[in-house]
């Protein structure tokens, strides 16, 4: 069971006012998901972008919450750049704003996170990594682009069984105004709202 604050988050995300576009594009995702959990078979979701630094732990960790709270079984989530930079720290003073549970489990210039979403399950380990990491699946997973540099910089994810673009906007762009808490809420709800929308077509 996840936390209450995340359930009441995932809960008051209204999937209605998702563009069709957006669907469209988040369609070979849930087809990915649904093969998967028609096979009974692990579902393997490695969230790639450049730097492995927002968007692409944004969308691990809303991914393997939300995949949680639809009851998809099996389910691991997890994240690459084509560098490896830092988790950066607003963006996981967002998660924690959101109702994750943050805890640092070591310090330097690529700190490694603690993120819990429930009180009896495995948390996410959050630090950024490249897409060869020995942290992440080797083979049988779907690698989900989610930022267009990366997109472009990687036509091929050695391993993974499906390529998927799900880019968004990189709230970098705001860094250092008086704008950053406000637009990275606004990328980690949208993330939020489609990983929803995703799993909700899930039918186990």
């Not at 927002?54 to 691991?76: C, D, E, K, M, P």
């Not at 049988?140 to 930022?147: L, R, S």
Request: proline letters at 4%; charged letters at 20%; one cysteine or more.
């Amino acid at each position: 069971m996840l936390y209450s604050k995340l359930t009441e988050k995932i809960e008051g995300l209204d999937t209605a006012i998702i563009a069709k576009e957006r669907e469209n594009i988040l369609q070979p995702l849930i087809d990915f998901i649904q093969a998967k959990v028609d096979q009974k078979a692990i579902v393997n979701l490695n969230f790639i972008c450049t730097h492995n630094s927002r968007r692409s732990h944004l969308s691990q960790v809303w991914a393997q919450a939300i995949g949680t709270y639809y009851g998809i079984n099996n389910l691991f989530c997890y994240s690459a750049g084509t560098e490896a930079t830092l988790l950066f720290p607003i963006a996981a003073k967002t998660l924690a704003n959101s109702g994750f549970k943050i805890e640092t489990l070591s310090e330097g210039d690529n700190p490694i996170y603690s993120i819990k979403y429930a009180n009896n399950l495995h948390p996410v380990i959050g630090f950024s990594k490249t897409i060869n990491s020995d942290f992440n699946p080797k083979n049988n997973f779907a690698a989900i682009m989610t930022c267009s540099s990366a997109d472009e910089g990687c036509p091929f994810v050695p391993g993974s069984e499906a390529r998927i673009s799900v880019t968004y906007e990189d709230p970098k762009v705001s860094d250092g105004t008086p704008y950053q808490i406000e637009r990275y809420e606004e990328r980690s709800s949208q993330i939020a709202l489609e990983m929803k929308f995703v799993f909700s077509q899930i039918k186990n």
